[in-house]
C-alpha cells in the first residue's frame, strides 16, 4: 500500500464509450500525476496538477481529458480512444511539483486499459 | 534530446549480486531515482542520489557518478522476491522527471 488508489483496476472498452479513471491519495501531497506506460517503454508524463492547478500538459490527446477537483483526487476522462492508447495509466502523488530536494512520487496500482 | 539507457531484461541467481546500469544524458542533472515494479503493481521508491558515490539501504545500493552520467542498482542476496522490473529516472533542470525504460530482473532458484 503506498497510499494512492486508482479504480478501475482494469477496463476495456470500446472506441466510442466514455470512462473515468479516478485516483484518491491519502498522504497529504500537494502534486498529482498521469502517466502513462507501455510495454519496454520509459514512463510518458501526461498531466501535472500542483494544488490543483494544472501545470503541465506534455501534448496529451484531446481524447484525454484531467480533472482535479482538490488535493487529494485526480481523474482522467476518456473519449473516443483509439486501440494504441491501450496501456497501463499510472497517478502518482508528491508534496508538490519539486523544485528541490528528494520530493519523491508516490505511485498508485494503475488502471489496466485495453481499447478494442 | 533526454535519454535514460538502462538493459531491458537481466537474469540472476537467487542468493547471487546484481548490478543494474543505468546511462543518462539528461539536460541539467538534479538527482536520480530508482523504483521497484512487481508485474501488476505500483512503481515503489527504491533510492534516491543526488551526490557521488554509494548509498546503501540493506541489501540494495545504488551508486551515481555524475561526470559519466552512469549510476548502478546493485541487490545483494538475492531473493526470489526480488524478481520485478527496475525502472531509473533523473530529474532534470526544469526538475522534470525522466524515465528509463526499466530492466525485468528474473531471479531463479
Known amino acids: 500500500e503506498t497510499g494512492v488508489t486508482q479504480t478501475p483496476r482494469h477496463l476495456v472498452m470500446g472506441m466510442t464509450n466514455k470512462k473515468s479513471l479516478k485516483c484518491e491519495q491519502h498522504l497529504g501531497h500537494n502534486a498529482m500525476y498521469w502517466y502513462k506506460q507501455s510495454a519496454k517503454k520509459p514512463l510518458e508524463l501526461m498531466f501535472v496538477?500542483?494544488?490543483?492547478?494544472?501545470?503541465e500538459n506534455n501534448s496529451v490527446p484531446s481524447r484525454f481529458s484531467p480533472e482535479c477537483p482538490n488535493s487529494s483526487h485526480l481523474f482522467l476522462h476518456l473519449h473516443t480512444l483509439q486501440p494504441e492508447d491501450s496501456a497501463l495509466y499510472l497517478c502518482a502523488s508528491s508534496p508538490q511539483t519539486s523544485t528541490s530536494g528528494t520530493d519523491t512520487q508516490y505511485f498508485g496500482p494503475g488502471t489496466r486499459l485495453t481499447v478494442l | 534530446g533526454q535519454n535514460i539507457d538502462q538493459p531491458t531484461e537481466m537474469t540472476a541467481t537467487e542468493g547471487a549480486i546484481v548490478q543494474i546500469n543505468c546511462t543518462y544524458q539528461t539536460s541539467g542533472f538534479n538527482g536520480l531515482f530508482w523504483y521497484q515494479q512487481h508485474a501488476g503493481e505500483a512503481p515503489t521508491f527504491l533510492s534516491y542520489n543526488v551526490l557521488d558515490g554509494l548509498e546503501e539501504k540493506g541489501r540494495f545500493s545504488s551508486f551515481l557518478s555524475r561526470s559519466k552520467g552512469y549510476s548502478y542498482l546493485l541487490l545483494k542476496e538475492l531473493q526470489m522476491k526480488d524478481s520485478a522490473s527496475y525502472l531509473c529516472a533523473v530529474r532534470d533542470s526544469n526538475y522534470q522527471l525522466i524515465w528509463g525504460a526499466g530492466t525485468k530482473l528474473i531471479i531463479k532458484p
Open positions: 496538477y500542483n494544488f490543483k492547478e494544472q501545470t
